[in-house]
């Protein structure tokens, strides 16, 4: 099957004109192949993508024969496939992960095709912007990140400032990927903070331009997660901005100062409506004593009348 046939079959044929059919979605693309169709037309179009972002180059930029467009389409088809498929292969990752990957004693086995290089961590940023998709992409990029800062490969802060955009961070809720995040940036801090103290003991004439650099975007890095969903013994540790945990307990403080004014905003409101709903019980145990009272004389009344008619 050449690749113009290929492009045609998964752009055309599956992801437009077969897609919206059930036995698509239970057939086709739930099966096994589809994975490694998604692995082939990304591994085999390494030539038109860039060394760096490993994004194929426009076709302004590409120059060379027919096959090169023709790699070029099969990798944008590729990235294609992936988007659509990628919630239903659990994010192409090991069916039983380990609950916490960077600990595994077994982590230079490669276990999917992210860990062995098959799929590359940029491919995340074409996953759909829905909350099940985007779980699974930053269970991916940690995966990623934790293996190379084992391996020490593409670990530099650059790098890492690059490929962690890819979680969409802001809008993570999820604690326990928080707390792993936030363990990954920890280590990367303690990491940069040991080189730097290295590197200045060795040159104490070097220039720290590019060291306050990464520890800047370090610290936005962990300024992008909402760190104040962990638990407070994992806040308690010396390798994370001390900056950034102050800013958090002012944070804290504040939110609880506004929770007292707003209690005491309710108790105050509480407080009327308990003195109004007084003031009504009041007036109407007046009116039912009034009542009482005028019954009393009422049946008075009625007995005295009662006892002329008799005498009569």
Not at 260 to 279: G, K, P, T, Y
């Amino acid at each position: 099957l050449s690749r113009v046939d290929l492009c045609h079959l998964l752009d055309n044929v599956l992801l437009e004109d077969f897609r919206e059919e059930k036995h698509c979605h239970d057939l086709v693309l739930n099966n096994a192949l589809v994975q490694d169709i998604t692995v082939y037309c990304r591994v085999s179009t390494r030539s038109v993508a860039d060394p760096v972002t490993s994004e194929a180059v426009s076709d302004a930029v590409l120059q060379g024969t027919s096959q090169d467009t023709d790699l070029l389409r099969l990798r944008k088809v590729g990235e294609r496939l992936f988007a659509a498929v990628f919630v239903l292969h659990g994010g192409f990752l090991p069916s039983e992960e380990e609950t916490c990957p960077r600990r595994g004693e077994h982590w230079q086995v490669a276990e999917c095709p992210w860990d062995s290089g098959d799929l590359d961590l940029p491919l995340l940023q074409h996953v759909p912007l829905t909350e099940d998709a985007l779980h699974l992409s930053r269970r991916v990029l940690l995966r990623g990140l934790f293996r190379r800062q084992h391996a020490d490969v593409e670990n530099d802060v650059p790098t890492i400032v690059r490929l962690w955009a890819l979680g969409r961070w802001g809008s993570c809720r999820d604690a326990a990927l928080i707390s792993e995040a936030f363990s990954f940036l920890c280590i990367c801090w303690r990491s940069q903070r040991a080189k730097k103290a290295l590197a200045v003991g060795l040159e104490p004439d070097i220039d720290n331009c590019h060291w306050i650099q990464d520890e800047e975007s370090l610290f936005r890095m962990f300024a992008d997660l909402q760190f104040w969903r962990l638990q407070l013994k994992e806040l308690l540790t010396p390798w994370a901005p001390p900056q950034l945990l102050a800013c958090h307990v002012a944070s804290r403080c504040k939110e609880l100062e506004m929770q007292q004014v707003a209690l005491l905003e309710d108790n105050r409101r509480n407080l009327a409506e308990i003195n109004r709903l007084r003031q009504a019980v009041s007036l109407l145990h007046n009116k039912l004593e009034v009542s009482d009272t005028r019954s009393v004389q009422n049946m008075q009344k009625q007995a005295e009348v009662l006892e002329k008619l008799r005498s009569l």
